[in-house]
């Protein structure tokens, strides 16, 4: 065994240990402490969580690596996902939990009506499913490299882990593990960047040296085939490039299982204090992930121009054991590099190993390698575990309980819940050994289809009193059977071939327009159909503007103002 696979051993199998330990520790028997955590997590540590929640595998994983080969056009993912949260916490998350419900489906449910609520669990559980086949994806590319298994091994091992202590904790016990997980992936994923900042420019601050680097990086890339790091638009043209950042901003916005985490606060101003804490702790990797892109590429580069293709760095040696990166057949000398299979390039490397494997390439000690293999398992956990979470309570509170047994007791919830949980899984392994792009791209197709359903009904169910439950059940179908299926036809899923881009539109960046179509058909509709009853304009209004102090209790009233 070698040092790499000892040390990445000693520090996942130590983080797992202690995630294992606080799951059970918090190990809950009733719904509120499963879906909500008691309605008891500080601001703080709920900003921790919600940071280590929604910075998955693919900011940690695969994010710099998109950014290192599109260059400034990968600035889409930061501008994208953090102003998503600004949305979230002025638009969204101190209403919703002045609302004090469970789940987004209940709010919607409440809001509109119960066949709106259906729809909204439905599309709850199709986004989070689609977000977690990601992080299994992530996890089985850590376990594949690190400890010598091949990617379908380490998705099953990751999976099999991650289910394991959503199953436990609940919402309890899942937040109080983000808060460890996230000290974890931050320490794992800054600590490397300082000490490649210093080695390349004398300068441990990576977020103001790596402009150093850049005239020298975009000669090599010109001279390897690829575009330049700073040039704009290179890889994207500027309609997708302002339509996937918007998706990804109301995606952030609307997605389910972030939006959740506003009910675990104590009070309606920790809501929106969460928020902004969320973003300070989101900020320390995301200004960190362009500088990582800018000197593991770099590195690569120099690394292989011009090298015989027999005399390669070990590093590639060792990817290549895992099918992620390639030798072309035929290349003798190393002249072109490539994220692309069908490049045509002497060598492909995929966009998810780059973060994993920086450490490797810059000759980094042994136990720096294995704290990035445990940050990165920290990342995919954490957010699986939010999304594993989504599922059960969609289905559990929202399907099983509303529309099968409304008689059902907390422990026949629970058990349905963490049988939805067990399948999810079972069903993320396969997706995620056969995953239709990259971990990042993966989890952007989420944020579409949660941009081009949540968004619209949450933002108009709280703004806009005359929107009605037919008006919202018409624009949510529409919505995500729009995104989806320009998803389907532009990507090679379900056996079907890959079509191109519609006005060069990607399927990332599709979520924008579905979402213009949700609003569109949500107005007209509410607008021909009768307006929603008294109550519920009391309702809206109750929760846009202060009220006096009242407590949230599982089913009636109350509210921090």
Same mark, same amino acid.
């Given at each position: ?72 056009? *990968? ?19 101190? @209403? ?9 489906? +209940? #709010? ?29 994806? /992530? ?6 490299? #690190? ?6 091994? /380490? ?38 960047? #300082? ?20 005239? +020298? ?33 109301? /995606? !952030? ?56 293709? $027999? ?16 030798? &072309?057949?035929?290349? !003798?000398?190393?002249? %072109?590099?490539?994220? &692309?299979? %069908?490049?045509?390039? $002497? ?50 509170? $929202? ?32 997706? /995620? ?36 439950? !037919?008006?919202?059940? =018409?624009?949510?179908?529409? *919505?995500?059977?729009?995104?989806? &299926?320009?998803?389907? @036809? ?13 006005? $060069? ?23 021909? !159909? ?26 009636? =009233?109350? +509210?921090?103002?």
């Amino acid at each position: 065994m070698s040092q790499i696979q000892i040390w990445t051993l000693v520090f996942i199998v130590g983080s797992f240990a202690v995630y294992l330990y606080i799951a059970w520790r918090s190990r809950v028997k009733e719904t509120a402490g499963f879906y909500v955590a008691g309605q008891g997590i500080p601001t703080i540590a709920n900003g921790a969580a919600v940071a280590a929640d929604w910075m998955s595998a693919a900011s940690f994983i695969s994010m710099a690596g998109l950014i290192a080969f599109l260059g400034s056009d *990968g600035t889409i993912y930061l501008m994208g996902w953090t102003g998503g949260y600004v949305l979230l916490a002025l638009l969204i998350a101190p @209403y919703l939990r002045k609302w004090g419900k469970f789940t987004v489906p +209940e #709010f919607v449910g409440d809001r509109y009506s119960e066949t709106v609520r259906t729809i909204a669990a439905v599309a709850a559980i199709i986004i989070s499913f689609t977000y977690v086949v990601g992080q299994m994806r /992530g996890g089985g590319i850590v376990f594949s490299r #690190f400890l010598k298994l091949d990617v379908t091994q /380490g998705v099953i091992l990751a999976a099999v882990i991650i289910g394991l202590y959503a199953v436990l904790g609940g919402m309890k016990g899942i937040t109080w593990t983000q808060v460890a997980q996230y000290t974890v992936l931050i320490v794992a994923y800054l600590i490397p960047a #300082f000490a490649v900042a210093q080695q390349m420019t004398g300068i441990p601050i990576p977020q103001v040296s790596f402009g150093q680097i850049l005239d +020298e990086l975009n000669a090599i890339s010109v001279e390897m085939g690829l575009n330049q790091y700073t040039e704009a638009f290179a890889a994207r043209p500027q309609i997708d490039v302002f339509l996937v950042t918007m998706a990804l901003m109301i /995606g !952030t916005a609307g997605l389910p299982h972030v939006i959740v985490r506003f009910y675990t606060t104590k009070t309606v101003r920790g809501a929106r204090y969460s928020a902004f804490w969320a973003l300070f702790f989101i900020a320390l990797l995301y200004t960190t992930a362009p500088a990582v892109g800018a000197f593991t590429k770099l590195n690569l580069l120099q690394d292989v121009n011009g090298v015989s293709a $027999d005399a390669l760095p070990r590093w590639i040696e060792n990817w290549a054991a895992t099918g992620l990166v390639t030798v &072309s057949d035929g290349a !003798t000398t190393i002249n %072109t590099v490539s994220n &692309s299979p %069908t490049s045509g390039a $002497d060598l492909i490397v995929n966009n998810d190993i780059l973060v994993l494997a920086s450490p490797e390439i810059a000759g980094l000690p042994a136990p720096i390698v294995g704290l990035v293999a445990a940050g990165g398992m920290a990342a995919a956990m954490s957010t699986a575990a939010g999304l594993l979470l989504v599922i059960s309570s969609s289905f559990s509170h $929202d399907l099983y309980f509303r529309r099968v047994k409304r008689d059902s007791t907390d422990k026949q919830r629970l058990l349905a819940g963490r049988i939805a949980m067990g399948l999810a899984v079972l069903v993320a392994i396969y997706a /995620g050994i056969n995953p239709p792009a990259f971990v990042a791209q993966v989890v952007a197709f989420a944020f579409g289809l949660a941009a081009s359903t949540f968004f619209p009904a949450i933002v108009l169910g709280i703004f806009w009193k005359r929107c009605n439950a !037919t008006g919202a059940a =018409a624009g949510m179908v529409t *919505g995500l059977v729009f995104t989806a &299926s320009y998803m389907i @036809y532009t990507l090679p899923v379900f056996g079907t071939a890959a079509n191109p881009h519609i006005f $060069d539109i990607s399927p990332e960046g599709i979520g924008t327009i579905g979402a213009i179509v949700n609003i569109i058909v949500t107005v007209v509709v509410s607008k021909m !159909t009768a307006p929603p009853p008294d109550e519920i304009v009391e309702m809206v209004e109750s929760i846009r503007y202060p009220a006096a102090r009242r407590e949230v209790t599982a089913g009636t =009233a109350t +509210e921090a103002a």
